[in-house]
């Protein structure tokens, strides 16, 4: 069974920053990509930032420029750094890991339980 184990989370004032990381289980390869989603409350879960497995970054537009994935694959680790945060910024994140089956395409996502970002201003 796969685990995802996010850390980082925390209160931080607007302006400031944070780095989360997701623990993986298994090798971080194994998956076609990972990424990090958040929810923040009454809305609905929202792709951040993600990496496929060849190193390839994408990110939501209301963080370009601010937030960096990126991995440690020796620790089987996913990091974002997130910078010039602000409140709207505030949800929980949660670290995500997609298969994609090769016999029908179907995408597999696997998910951490979550971690409190909280930007005050």
């Known amino acids: 069974q796969v685990q995802l184990v996010e850390s980082g989370g925390g209160l931080v004032q607007a302006g400031g920053s944070l780095r989360l990381s997701c623990a993986a289980s298994r090798s971080i390869y194994s998956f076609t990509a990972m990424a990090w989603y958040r929810q923040a409350p009454g809305k609905q879960r929202e792709l951040v930032a993600l990496?496929?497995?060849?190193?390839?970054?994408d990110y939501g537009d209301s963080v370009k420029g601010r937030f960096t994935i990126s991995r440690d694959n020796a620790v089987n680790t996913i990091n974002m750094q997130m910078s010039s945060l602000k409140p709207e910024d505030t949800a929980v994140y949660y670290c995500?890991?997609?298969?994609?089956?090769?016999?029908?395409?179907?995408?597999?996502?696997?998910w951490g339980q979550g971690t409190q970002v909280t930007v005050s201003s």
């Open positions: 990496i496929s497995r060849s190193g390839s970054t």
């Open positions: 995500n890991g997609k298969n994609v089956s090769m016999v029908d395409r179907r995408v597999y996502d696997y």
